[in-house]
C-alpha cells in the first residue's frame, strides 16, 4: 500500500533548478518592464508622432523576424543554459552603456532606433532559448501549474508600469536603463546556477551530418524545423492562428498608448488604470490556473471561446467609459493567461525536445512577422482612420482567424490541446 501510495504521489514542481529559472526571470522582468515604458514615453513626449512612435516599435520588433528562424536551429545543437546567461551578461552591458550615454545629455533619435534593433536581435535569441529551455526544467505532471506562474510573473512584472511612468517623470531614462543593466547582471548570475543536463544535445549529435559545413547544417535545420510545422496539423493551425493574434497584438500596441495621450490630458495614465484591470485579471486567473486544473476534455473548448471572446472584448473598449473599459480589461487579462496557460503547457509538452528550439524558432518567426506587420498598418492607418476604427476592425478579424483555423481544425488541434501533460 506505501509503494502504490508513492508511485501516485505528484511530481515536485518547485525543485532547485526551476526556482533558480523563476528567481532569474523575475529579476530581468522587473528591470526590464521598468525601463521599456519610459523608453516608449520619451519616444513619443520627443517625437509626439504615432507614425514614429511604430517606426520605434519596428525597430525592436523587425530581427525578431529572422532571427527566431537561425537561433532556433543552432539552439537544438547548442546549449540553451549558457545562451541564456550569456545573453544576459550582453544585455547588462548594453544597457550600461546608452544609461552612461544618456546621462551627458546627448541623444540622437537614428541611433536610439539601432540600439532598440541589436536589443530586439538578443530579445528574440534569448526567447526561443528560454522557451525551449524552460519545458526542461518542469517536473511531469505540472506543465499548466508551471506556465500558469510563468504568466503571472509576466503579469506582476507589468506593475512596475506605473512605477515607470513615475520615476522617468522625475528622473529622466538613463537611471533606469542603469538600474535594468543591474538586474540582467544579477539575473545572469544565478542562472549560472542551474544544473540541469540538456540530453537533447546527445541525441542531435547523432543525428548530424558528417561532411556538412556549420552553415549548411543551420540551414538543413531551418528546414526540419519549417517541415516539423507544416507536417503536424494542429501545430500549423495553432501558428496560423497566432500569426493573425500577433497582427492584431501589433496594432494594440502602436494605437493604444498615443490614443489615450490624446484622448485624456495625462492619458498615460488613464492607460495604466484600464490596463491595470487586465493585470489583476491575469493575476486572477493565474491564481486559479496554479491551483485548479482545466480537465484535458475541456481545454480545447475552452481555448476556442477564449480566443474569440478576448478578440471582441479588445475591439469594442475603447468605445466605451472608462469604467466599463475596466470590466471589460479584467476579462481580457483572465482570458489572456487562459488563452497562453494552455496553448503554451500544450505545445511545449506535445513537441520532443530535440525539436523544440527549431519549432519555437519557426513558430515565433510567423508570430513576430505578424506583430510586425501590424505594427507596420497601425501607424499608416492611423494616417487615415480613427484609431479606435483600426483596432476594432483587426480585432474582429482576430475572431474569424480563431473560428476559421481553430475551431476548422478541431480534429487536430483538440488532440493537441486535450492532451495529458
Excluded at 53 to 81: C, E, H
Excluded at 121 to 145: H, R, W
Excluded at 191 to 213: F, P
Aim: include cysteine.
Amino acid at each position: 500500500m506505501c509503494a502504490e501510495s508513492d508511485e501516485k504521489r505528484p511530481s515536485p514542481l518547485w525543485t532547485r533548478d526551476f526556482t533558480i529559472i523563476t528567481l532569474g526571470s523575475v529579476v530581468s522582468m522587473l528591470g526590464n518592464s521598468l525601463s521599456g515604458f519610459a523608453m516608449s514615453l520619451m519616444v513619443l513626449d520627443i517625437s509626439k508622432s504615432t507614425l514614429l512612435y511604430a517606426v520605434y516599435i519596428a525597430m525592436y520588433t523587425a530581427p525578431q523576424l529572422f532571427m527566431p528562424i537561425f537561433s532556433g536551429a543552432i539552439l537544438d545543437r547548442f546549449s540553451r543554459k549558457k545562451t541564456i546567461y550569456t545573453l544576459d551578461s550582453i544585455s547588462a552591458v548594453l544597457y550600461a552603456i546608452m544609461a552612461a550615454v544618456l546621462a551627458t545629455g546627448w541623444f540622437s533619435f537614428p541611433v536610439f532606433a539601432a540600439y532598440c534593433f541589436v536589443l530586439g536581435c538578443i530579445e528574440s535569441t534569448y526567447m526561443v532559448a528560454y522557451d525551449s529551455f524552460y519545458p526542461l526544467l518542469i517536473s511531469e505532471g505540472n506543465f499548466q501549474k508551471a506556465y500558469s506562474i510563468a504568466s503571472v510573473l509576466e503579469t506582476l512584472s507589468a506593475v512596475m508600469v506605473p512605477v515607470s511612468a513615475f520615476l522617468y517623470r522625475h528622473m529622466g531614462l538613463a537611471p533606469l536603463l542603469g538600474l535594468n543593466s543591474v538586474c540582467f547582471f544579477v539575473a545572469a548570475v544565478v542562472e549560472t546556477r542551474i544544473r540541469a543536463d540538456e540530453r537533447y544535445l546527445l541525441t542531435q549529435e547523432e543525428t548530424k551530418q558528417e561532411g556538412l559545413t556549420a552553415p549548411r547544417q543551420m540551414l538543413r535545420d531551418v528546414h526540419e524545423g519549417f517541415s516539423y510545422l507544416f507536417a503536424q496539423k494542429g501545430l500549423l493551425s495553432i501558428a496560423i492562428y497566432f500569426f493573425f493574434s500577433a497582427i492584431c497584438g501589433g496594432v494594440s500596441s502602436v494605437i493604444v498608448l498615443p490614443w489615450f495621450k490624446s484622448a485624456f490630458e495625462n492619458g498615460e495614465y488613464y492607460y495604466m488604470l484600464v490596463w491595470g484591470m487586465a493585470l489583476v485579471g491575469r493575476a486572477v486567473g493565474g491564481m486559479i490556473h496554479y491551483r485548479l486544473n482545466i480537465p484535458s476534455k475541456f481545454r480545447y473548448r475552452v481555448a476556442l471561446t477564449v480566443y474569440i471572446v478576448i478578440s471582441i472584448c479588445e475591439g469594442v473598449y475603447l468605445f466605451t467609459p472608462i469604467p466599463a473599459m475596466m470590466i471589460l480589461c479584467f476579462i481580457i487579462g483572465i482570458g489572456g493567461i487562459t488563452s497562453y496557460t494552455i496553448r503554451v503547457s500544450a505545445t511545449q509538452s506535445y513537441v520532443p525536445d530535440e525539436r523544440k528550439g527549431r519549432f519555437n524558432g519557426a513558430f515565433n518567426m510567423l508570430s513576430t512577422s505578424g506583430a510586425l506587420f501590424g505594427e507596420v498598418i497601425s501607424g499608416v492607418l492611423s494616417l487615415f482612420m480613427s484609431e479606435r476604427i483600426v483596432l476594432l476592425c483587426v480585432m474582429l478579424l482576430c475572431a474569424l482567424a480563431a473560428a476559421v483555423f481553430i475551431g476548422g481544425g478541431r480534429k487536430y488541434v483538440s488532440y493537441i490541446y486535450n492532451r495529458s501533460q
